[in-house]
């Protein structure tokens, strides 16, 4: 099984930036795929990005400019880097990985809300 704790939510002001963290544990060696989620008050659960355990960075059309997906595997770590942040970024973000077994696991959430 793989554990999820992402981190790095909270208060931002148009225009401004945060980097959450997904920080994996347990059976790390079989993630394949990590990726960042998010839902919105009312809204579905949407792809933001994804990573793969080699580096490949994939975004979501809406995504692409703004957003940063990265990974440090010394920390079993997944960034976020999200710049120019607008209110409609405003919530829910979830760090999910795929792993070799195609299992899949989710992080409890962190919550990131743009606001003036």
């Known amino acids: 099984q793989v554990q999820l704790v992402e981190s790095g939510g909270g208060l931002v002001q148009p225009g401004g930036s945060l980097r959450l963290a997904c920080a994996a544990s347990g059976s790390i060696r079989s993630i394949a795929v990590t990726g960042w989620y998010r839902q919105a008050p009312g809204k579905q659960r949407e792809l933001v990005a994804t990573v793969t355990s080699s580096g490949t960075a994939n975004y979501a059309d809406s995504m692409k400019g703004r957003f940063t997906i990265s990974r440090d595997n010394a920390k079993n770590t997944v960034y976020l880097q999200m710049n120019s942040l607008k209110p409609e970024d405003t919530a829910a973000y979830y760090c999910?990985?795929?792993?070799?077994?195609?299992?899949?696991?989710w992080g409890q959430g962190t919550q990131v809300t743009v606001s003036s």
């Open positions: 999910r990985v795929f792993t070799t077994s195609a299992s899949t696991y």
